[in-house]
């Protein structure tokens, strides 16, 4: 039994709009038993998966859980800004050059380095500048017409689990995809298409209100 809700809790969690759904109380328990059986092939019994989901999560830690949540994000303060550029480049371009983009007066940046990738984030206007600091052979592509949310946090988010699982999961049920991600504790940076700005702010809006 425990494998079988940990497998039907592990499927919720993934489903946006049914984890949404479920904290609403708006799905019958028989009826999304035989939805998870069907799509992903369940070889257990119909009895087991309507048990796992019925004990999915325990209703006053949900409701703990929801409140901490919402005490966060109702705390948050939300910046955003258009006309933004992503330069993907080999980890490696970026070395040294922190300190020449100083120098240059271009501070706007944002700089992300993986081990393989490094990504620059900067405001179109500027876009030129910054490819002009690489050799072509270190720019993987360059893409435009981002907007920027920004949310800082209240430093207590550190220790709330599920933050960013919801904010991608709000954004994710308001149909936006998200470009880039910056995660930098207690304050997350998404990059969206520009034309989703507005609906993506309200996305975020939508976390500060009461469920």
């Known amino acids: 039994m425990t494998n079988i809700n940990q497998t039907v809790w592990k499927l ?4 946006a709009a049914i984890a949404a ?21 369940l070889d257990t019994s119909l009895d087991a998966v309507i048990s796992a989901i019925r ?15 919402h005490e966060i994000f109702a705390k948050a303060v939300i910046f955003t800004k258009s006309n933004m550029a992503c330069i993907t480049l080999e980890a490696d371009a970026i070395r040294g050059l922190i300190t020449s983009f100083d120098n240059n007066g271009r501070k706007n940046f944002r700089l992300i380095r993986g081990k393989k ?27 435009s017409g981002l907007g920027e949310v920004r949310i800082v946090l209240p430093t207590a988010a550190e220790n709330v689990r599920g933050i960013l699982a919801r904010l991608t999961s709000e954004i994710s049920l308001h149909e936006i995809s998200i470009s880039e991600l910056i995660i930098c504790m207690p304050e997350i940076l998404a990059y969206i298409d520009q034309k989703d700005l507005l ?13």
């Open 199 to 211: 609906k993506t702010h309200q996305a975020v809006l939508s976390l500060q209100e009461s469920k």
């Open 21 to 41: 759904s479920l904290r609403r109380d708006l799905l019958n328990s028989r009826a999304l038993a035989l939805y998870l059986i069907k799509k992903h092939h």
């Open 117 to 143: 990738y490094a990504k620059v984030i900067v405001h179109e206007g500027d876009l030129d500048h910054f490819l002009r600091q690489f050799k072509k052979t270190e720019v993987i592509n360059t893409k």
């Open 55 to 69: 004990r999915y999560p325990a209703e006053k830690e949900l409701a703990e859980h929801e409140g901490r949540l």
């Open 12 to 15: 919720l969690s993934q489903d």
